[in-house]
């Protein structure tokens, strides 16, 4: 027998038979000695069990058919936005300002509202913060307080003013060096250097340019 053309189906008789037909494996048990593949559990009968089996599939069944017209409808409605207009951005727009509406709307969200108003009119209610609040309009009445916080408005004044009066003064002497007999000395001597660098030049390029340039002259002029 060709072992290409063996039989190799688990459910085959022969699938326990070597090349030659005989068996490979004699210890192997022969077939349903093994029992049932899924026994039933205690106290259900077979026929509850195929009653139950039957519901299961019906089930099964009409689970495919709700997918596939859901799938249909998903289709459809994707075809409907398609013409409306409505892009994928703007229906995630839609989809967080509902969700936000949803939220701001819910029991959960309202109860946490009011807790926080409930505690925030406990806490500026409480003794312990009017009287915070009354030392501290006492100390922004205060003499002490009136004198700080006019020292720190007239030094603000006086550091402004000194700052100005400075750039002034900068600007000032700036002016008079420019204007001293000494840096106008300076000035002169700069130009004069200048121009003797650059006057200098001139001359040596123009000298160059008018120049006539000799013609060469034959050794032997022909007769």
């Given at each position: 027998?060709?072992?290409a053309s063996q039989d190799i189906n688990l459910?085959?008789?022969?699938?326990?038979?070597?090349?030659?037909?005989?068996?490979?494996?004699?210890?192997?048990?022969?077939?349903?000695?093994?029992?049932?593949?899924?026994?039933?559990?205690?106290?259900?009968?077979?026929?509850?069990?195929?009653?139950?089996?039957?519901?299961?599939?019906?089930?099964?069944?009409?689970?495919?058919?709700?997918?596939?017209?859901?799938?249909?409808?998903?289709?459809?409605?994707?075809?409907?936005?398609?013409?409306?207009?409505?892009?994928?951005?703007?229906?995630?727009?839609?989809?967080?300002?509902?969700?936000?509406?949803?939220?701001?709307?819910?029991?959960?969200?309202?109860?946490?509202?009011?807790?926080?108003?409930?505690?925030?009119?406990?806490?500026?209610?409480?003794?312990?913060?009017?009287?915070?609040?009354?030392?501290?309009?006492?100390?922004?009445?205060?003499?002490?307080?009136?004198?700080?916080?006019?020292?720190?408005?007239?030094?603000?004044?006086?550091?402004?003013?000194?700052?100005?009066?400075?750039?002034?003064?900068?600007?000032?002497?700036?002016?008079?060096?420019?204007?001293?007999?000494?840096?106008?000395?300076?000035?002169?001597?700069?130009?004069?250097?200048?121009?003797?660098?650059?006057?200098?030049?001139?001359?040596?390029?123009?000298?160059?340019?008018?120049?006539?340039?000799?013609?060469?002259?034959?050794?032997?002029?022909?007769?």
């Amino acid at each position: 027998m060709d072992p290409a053309s063996q039989d190799i189906n688990l459910n085959s008789p022969n699938k326990a038979l070597g090349v030659d037909g005989e068996a490979g494996l004699s210890d192997m048990p022969a077939e349903g000695a093994m029992g049932s593949p899924n026994p039933l559990p205690p106290g259900l009968t077979e026929e509850e069990a195929e009653d139950l089996r039957t519901e299961l599939a019906k089930v099964e069944e009409e689970i495919t058919t709700l997918r596939q017209v859901l799938s249909a409808k998903e289709r459809h409605s994707t075809e409907l936005k398609r013409k409306l207009g409505l892009s994928p951005l703007n229906e995630l727009k839609q989809n967080i300002n509902k969700t936000l509406l949803d939220v701001q709307t819910s029991n959960a969200y309202v109860r946490t509202s009011e807790k926080l108003a409930q505690w925030n009119e406990r806490v500026t209610g409480s003794d312990l913060y009017q009287s915070a609040s009354a030392t501290w309009d006492d100390i922004t009445h205060t003499e002490a307080y009136k004198k700080t916080q006019e020292t720190l408005s007239q030094a603000g004044q006086k550091t402004t003013a000194a700052l100005s009066t400075m750039g002034t003064a900068i600007r000032r002497g700036l002016g008079d060096m420019r204007n001293s007999a000494t840096f106008k000395s300076f000035e002169d001597k700069v130009g004069n250097l200048k121009y003797k660098v650059v006057g200098a030049k001139d001359n040596a390029e123009a000298t160059s340019e008018t120049t006539p340039t000799p013609t060469p002259t034959q050794e032997n002029p022909p007769f």
